[in-house]
């Protein structure tokens, strides 16, 4: 079995367990230890493809076109959204999710 079919597998046993007020923590800690991986990769992942955003909010804070609560405010509403992003595939266990952990336009490889 591939990384990418693992993942899928552990995904879809997580989301059953929850809908049973199961978790995959408490059930299998090695299975879950395994998802955190493939999932700390995708958001790292995510968060370099989003990379513009952050360096052109950086930019402007430091130009002075926007103030550091601006800034603050802004950084949060990438980041958050990105967990949010993040949060509806694991849910819906996107295929999608397969680009962040695979793309080969990505370094963060582990």
Known sequence: M???????????????????????????????????????????????SEKHEYIELAKDFLADQITADDFSYSFLAIYEGIVKKLGQMKRKESLELENFYSSTDLILKY
């Open 2 to 48: 591939n990384d990418q079919q693992n993942f899928f597998k552990l995904l879809k046993y997580s989301n059953e367990l929850k809908i049973n007020n199961k978790y995959l923590n408490k059930e299998d800690p090695e299975a879950f230890d395994n998802l955190l991986k493939f999932l700390v990769r995708i958001e790292d992942n995510i968060h370099y």
